[in-house]
């Protein structure tokens, strides 16, 4: 073995025994500020993250002295917080039959008033271990997905870059991750509760996934809407117990508390190949579910829609896309990427420059700081596509015309409007001179100062 | 009588003996193609037409072999669709009383396995004749009509021209026209069911028939949403059975199974004179309706409120519309007509030329295809103009105020263009320049390559 | 004293007691005419105006001739309008048990059927005194208030600018200032009703006012959707009585009719200060509130949130607002105010003439009659913030983004337009030419048509 070839294994060797470790730490100490996730340098919670993140943030700030627990605690809440000890006396934790032990408050808060903890998904899994073990089990999976919500959120750039006022709002439902209420609401914590669909879509709304509004809208939804204050909640979520499908009856079938390994599509948000043989299992366990009313055929066909609509609408994204790279090619975005105020977390920008154009960095940074047909198009693809997608996937048909005629429309515009830009570009090449200057409005107006403010 | 006279006579009646026949027969061959209606040449069905239009196109496909009738049916099918069966042992088809027979699956679907059919209307009539009757007595009006939803649709031109994946969405709500279980759902197919709002709005919904929308935000709507669950749907839709009044209740009363025939202002599609004889007749019946709870006066006034909406709303259309001629007579719409693409199902355009400008050839071809600025007109009508009847016919001024503030945004917005287009038309003949070509963006790009996939 | 002295003295006195009657006198013969409000002279009441506005309005059209009193009405109504006797036989008033008088039709509609009138509040006053001074208290709090509603509506200037069919349709809420009726409905008028989230919504609705979309959207809206139809309603609205909140739990506690008094934030539409020490002791009101189920320290985060939404927004809505006006004062709005259609109600400018561009001059007016540029801020401001806001006090954190997103959108198209004005502007001028005139289009074209109509 010669020398060179010798230097083939060991350089790469050294160089990964030196960089992974290197990048773990890296990621520790990025992590580890008062903050939380990549950016945790950057910003300092506020006061309602202990509720959202309770882990991470939450401390008890009681001003009761003492040890209490059982019954000590329920004497003193039913004057204090009546609502929330009546939920409770109502609850099987109050009731557990066959002779198990009552679960008082003290059991997952603790005894000492001034240290008591809010219940992270783990101490419910002390008793609900099938259930955590599952809920864990969705990380696998990536984002999106339940138990990961919350640190891949804390994770995007754009969470440290906009003003908290503005993103603290997504963290509400994204807190999901780190507590068991988001679904079975305190102090209850029914089962028949979570089994309806709005314990579901208090998050599952909103132009980005509107789940809400395309199941309601849908003929299994109006079967809910006129009929379900009739069954019988009581009931697993099995064959034959329901006249029609919610979103747990299909999504958490049984009351498995793992939704994302029965995922095909992602969401709407990524393409994907729907016919690997993976993905064919999980369509015969789709047409299965189904059975409970339909013919197998019938349910193979929603699904090959489903595929067909899927095709079209990324059809019409990457034409788009298409478009405003062309446009970024040429150099004729206006205001152009380096007119643009540079991101607060951009630091890094000083070192190692890089272009940056909303999309282009995925979808979240999208929202802003981006100029006009970039946002036609990341709305294009955030709303309009993925308000189809949630048509398609639930039976509400006309959310699939609408979001289409939408995207129709967002092309159009988009199609216009880079015509506009390219003809005015032209312009200015012909007549030897630079268009405006678009540093005022954009560098130094009130606008960019959103994306300046600290955390 | 000079040979002239006569010629005046025989050669038109010549020309009708042979054209009537000839269209007649040209007609039949081309609904004669494998698909459905004018286009049936042009466009294959996919598998989902099966259900959606199941006379035309469903075909069994079971594997299971032989005949079976009333129970065998039952005794396999409890495993195999648990949920239907359980629908149907609620129905009054299981228990018809009054010592009637029971109506059994095979009663409907037939005792073949292997030729099984879906029930059509006329299967129903069978039992149900006077329904059946009212139902079929639409077409008499046109449309818009439950019974001919399907016909009309698929005799469009854009249901060819559009991709598939797209315009097959519009048609689960058509299937109306070919199927009972739209209203009344498998296998219960209860009354009660099909009074409640529920029943309609899983089709009467989304932006140019807002029905849903409109009627639960009205006082009306708000009773039922608020109080609904304790009526007894049971009784049938007549005077004093109900606190408020619903979609059947007004639309259907007595259980009536045709609704063209109250129908005075056409759904807000076209501009109708609403004192014709015919009319105030029909506006005495919906004086008497609303009687149950409302003065004459009231309701003569809230008619004449629908009258003055509609008058203003017009005005508004035609003044966009105004516009749009002149902008067009001017040859300035940009891209222009001639500069897009030809639709697909336009091969008669070789032989006989013809403008193509979308509004000009009716509502749905403006969904796309056009320049921004009929898009907007187009959107003006559609939604905004029909977000707006709806809201003043179902007494939801909230939609009134919000569909006249965005028709004249709308109206603002297209004047405002439409100046942009004069301006820069007369610029270019002053300059002696043409304009851009449009034809790279819209003739060969990515977007009008929707329109030329074949369906 | 020196004579200048007393001059400084008397000058101001004599004309402060010419002045003031004066203004006194305008203003009552203003309000005068055969309309109401301050424009009174300028239009006719519709019919429909007896129905919204009965004080000013009713005339009883009814052509049966004498006296009828208690049962005699009953016996016959119960034929003619059943729907709303069986409502009354269903209320208190038909049983108030107690050993008190029953209440008929004739208590409040008068004897006399040739002269009936509709109950305004003043009637219910007489039995239901408390909630009827509560209700005319709201006054001293000014707009927006339940007892101002129809007064400030008839006052605004764009109510007879704009034609009557459009904003008549606002009159139907806004009616909640001169009957009870709006939120206790005929002719049961149940206080159990009147709590529920549908009593109110029928008016809360719509872009302006989400709190419909933003009250079901949140958890608390989700509980009440998912459980409400089990809660005792004929409970007063009071700790405990109810698992979840509702509109009237928070804003109507114990049943007081005055929701002015606690408001702290003026419904979004004035940017306030919210730690003065009056809005302190309101925000302890509404943390005491919430104890029924969350501890304070939660409450107040929440509070805290809410104040760092509206921060945020009112900078957004401030940089909006500086590019207009930066525009107004170079004349370069497009078509600028004095090429626009004048105002109807605008006579007095010919005598004192003031530029008019919609929203320096309040809300309304915005929605028409102004360029896009100004419309776009107009939605901006009512629409997308309002609808931030109403999502932030109720708990629907996605309105809150959404809110947000698309004030961003808003701002930046604001931004891209003044630049593009500010653009041609000094093309023009380099250039040496006007500006295409845009009489023919504002001032004489269709849509300014709309604003000249006659009220």
Redesign the interface.
Known sequence: MSRKRVRYIWVPLIIALIAIPAGYYYVEWSKGGSGAGLYSRQWLP???F??WNPDDFYQS?GAVVGEFAGEQCIACHAA?????V??WQASRHANPGNGKATVYCSDCHGNNHQALHLPVPEVCGTCHAAQHVQFEDEKRYGFPSHALAMERALDAKHFVDK????V???L??HSVAGKCDSCH??HRFSAA?AR?P??C???H???PHPD?ETYF???HG??Y???G?EWDWSKPLR??N??GPTCAYCHMGDGKHQVADKSIWKFGIKQINPLTSGNEVKREQWVALC?????S??S???L??LD??R??AW??L??AE??LKGLRSQNILYPAAGERPAYPADWLDSIWPRARVGFFEGQASA??N???IE?DYF?MWYFDNLGAYK??AH?D??????G??AM??D???I??E??RL??LA?QEQQEQHQ??D?SE??LS???T??NREQN
Chains 1, 2, 3 share one sequence.
């Not at 003003?163 to 503005?166: C, L, S, V």
């Open positions: 506020d006061a309602v202990a509720y700030t204090v917080t009546p609502g929330i009546k939920d003003p908290k006022a503005e603290t709002a997504c509400q439902c609401t305190r509760e309806r709005e314990a879509i208090t998050c709304s909103g132009p809400d809208a849908s003929a109006q079967l809407l006129g009929e204050k064959k034959g329901y006249k059975s409970d009313c339909h013919e055929e019938w193979r066909q929603q090959a829609g067909a609509e095709k079209q059809k019409k990457y034409s298409a478009i929202f802003y981006v100029s006009p946002r709305e048509g398609a039976g048909q006309d959310a699939v015309t609408r289409h005629a129709e429309h092309l159009a515009v199609e216009k880079a015509e390219r003809s032209e268009r405006p678009a409005l954009w107006g009130d606008y100062e959103f």
